[in-house]
T-cell receptor, first 115, second 113 residues
Framework: GAGVSQTPSNKVTEKGKYVELRCDPI?????LYWYRQSLGQGPEFLIY????????DSGLPNDRFFAVRPEGSVSTLKIQRTERGDSAVYLC?????????????FGPGTRLTVT | TQLLEQSPQFLSIQEGENLTVYCNSS?????LQWYRQEPGEGPVLLVT?????EVKKLKRLTFQFGDARKDSSLHITAAQPGDTGLYLC?????????????FGQGTILTVHP
């Protein structure tokens, strides 16, 4: 079946602009995760959803970052007033929930560049 | 805050050599996963280890979870150029943070023909 898909694959925006990044999880996966990966680093957790609700948003760096998952499937990560430091690859993952070990499967990522 | 320290950060070897990558923490994890990532792609899950002392094999790759579930290792036998990539370990704490993965910094492996 289809894996996790993310759009766009690349996004270039100017400092101060608003961006939205989209994630389509694997069909049937009720848990969805967002991570951010800077060059040469491992992914850093941002937020995860269990169904429609954010179960843990402790990784969001500040209130410019917000994510939604209104119908429990597709999720959108929203970044307001972008800064050059927001440039990174944003990864989305999904997993079956309700049963350990909650293996996460990743999409290809969206490379965000803030100029 | 849980941290995973991965070593070495870079590894450059010749085809046919063996290698080991280490992943260490002072924290206990309920499970630990190893991923491989290629440029421009997302991490691909290789294996999940759950039980302390567990050993899993995937062809030429051997994964071990420490007895105390604080560390793990990945051993590759007779490395091939196709093994080149970024290897990441990631731990899951469990409890109320069960969904969150904490990643190591990664090991960039280059296998020369």
């Amino acid at each position: 079946g289809a894996g996790v898909s993310q759009t766009p694959s690349n996004k270039v925006t100017e400092k101060g602009k608003y961006v939205e990044l989209r994630c389509d999880p694997i069909s049937g996966h009720t848990a969805l995760y967002w991570y951010r990966q800077s060059l040469g680093q491992g992914p850093e957790f941002l937020i995860y959803f269990q169904g429609t609700g954010a179960a843990d948003d402790s990784g969001l760096p500040n209130d410019r970052f917000f994510a939604v998952r209104p119908e429990g499937s597709v999720s959108t990560l929203k970044i307001q007033r972008t800064e050059r430091g927001d440039s990174a690859v944003y990864l989305c993952a999904s997993s079956l929930s309700g049963r350990a070990p909650y293996e996460q499967y990743f999409g290809p990522g969206t490379r965000l560049t803030v100029t | 805050t849980q941290l995973l320290e991965q070593s070495p950060q870079f590894l450059s070897i010749q085809e046919g050599e063996n290698l080991t990558v280490y992943c260490n923490s002072s924290s206990v994890f309920s499970s630990l996963q190893w991923y491989r990532q290629e440029p421009g792609e997302g991490p691909v899950l290789l294996v999940t280890v759950v039980t302390g002392g567990e050993v899993k094999k995937l062809k030429r790759l051997t994964f071990q979870f420490g007895d105390a579930r604080k560390d793990s290792s990945l051993h590759i036998t007779a490395a091939q150029p196709g093994d080149t990539g970024l290897y990441l370990c990631a731990g899951r704490a469990g409890g109320t943070s069960y969904g969150k993965l904490t990643f190591g910094q990664g090991t960039i492996l280059t296998v020369h023909p």
